[in-house]
């Protein structure tokens, strides 16, 4: 009887073993769909780096404003009066690193050369034109946001053109170099728009040629004109 019993009891716990092992095989099926439906992790790649192009470009509309001073050599308070003028200019700037860059400015502006002093009686002695361009070297601070202030110091070469002689029999204003210095302002809209505001000084004094009256002299214009921009500035 004991062995019977032994056995019945062997028979029952396979049975059970059995009904569980179908349980957990009937379950694989639904716990590998449920698995299978968990979505993966997306990998996700960072962000290329895009540099910004190292150049610019501006449009300003310039005020050149001179000292108005001057003389010709020989004549005892003479003086000059050089009129200011209204101009576009264009620039273009190369940025070697965030902070330096080299900027060109190119422009043409018109001015008359009056007399003054004790040569005020001449009044519009001649009238000429300048192509100054300057080469200015600069520093932009880059921890204001949209606000990006600069400094600048540079070189120019002014060339006079298209020179006419009105009281004086000739005029021969002299190409000449000279130093600037600048400060300014962008006011980035985007990456790529902005507004422009920009004060340079030159420091111009240029020799002279006149004949009055059949008279030759000579004379220095000490123009040293303050050049106040606004414009629209475009970096690539």
């Not at 001073?69 to 308070?77: H, I, L, M, T, Y």
Request: aromatic share 12%; no cysteine; net charge negative.
């Amino acid at each position: 009887m004991a062995s019977i019993g032994s056995t019945l009891h062997r028979l029952s716990a396979s049975a059970a073993g059995l009904a569980l092992l179908g349980t957990v095989l009937a379950a694989a099926p639904v716990l590998a769909a449920d698995i299978d439906s968990t979505p993966p992790l997306a990998y996700k790649a960072p962000a290329p780096v895009v540099e910004q192009s190292p150049w610019q470009i501006r449009l300003r509309l310039l005020g050149v404003i001179s000292e108005n001073d001057g003389s010709v050599r020989g004549v005892p308070g003479s003086n000059l009066d050089v009129s200011d003028s209204v101009v576009p200019e264009l620039d273009i700037t190369y940025y070697f690193t965030k902070n330096w860059a080299a900027e060109l400015i190119l422009g043409v502006t018109p001015h008359d050369i009056n007399g003054a002093g004790s040569i005020s009686s001449l009044n519009k002695i001649g009238e000429v034109w300048l192509l100054p361009p300057t080469l200015t070297l600069q520093y932009h601070f880059t921890d204001f946001g949209a606000f990006k202030p600069y400094i600048g110091a540079g070189i120019n070469y002014t060339f006079f053109f298209d020179q006419k002689a009105y009281s004086a029999d000739s005029i021969d204003v002299k190409d000449t170099f000279g130093w600037a210095l600048q400060a300014g302002f962008d006011y980035m809209l985007d990456e790529h728009w902005g507004f422009n505001v920009d004060v340079k000084k030159l420091f111009l004094r240029p020799d002279f040629d006149v004949v009055v009256a059949g008279q030759p002299l000579t004379g220095k214009a000490n123009l040293d004109p303050w050049i106040v921009g606004v414009g629209v500035t475009y970096r690539f």
